[in-house]
């Protein structure tokens, strides 16, 4: 779907808004795991591949997944950033 000014509408595969989504219990959490996981792989937490892996993880977007790893890091996993 399309939001305001052509702007992707960012939703889960459940149809959930990314946003809320990404504040549920455990959520930031799960994501910061995956984010651990591509630093021992060696990628930096902003890097394409691991922006990928979250979005494999969670089936999103890769521009969702940038979005909530970058909320996540602020919220739930700052020695990531």
Sequence with gaps: ?????????YKTKDGVAIMDWVKKPGVKKAICDVLREAKKQGYSS???????????????????????????????????Q
Excluded at 1 to 9: F, K, T
Excluded at 47 to 68: D, G, K, R
């Design 46 to 80: 902003i890097s394409s591949e691991a922006t990928q892996m979250v979005a494999n993880a969670f089936t999103l977007h890769v521009a969702e997944a940038e979005i909530v790893a970058v909320y996540a890091m602020e919220f739930d996993c700052p020695e990531l």
């Design 1 to 9: 779907g399309e939001g305001v000014l052509g702007e992707p509408d």
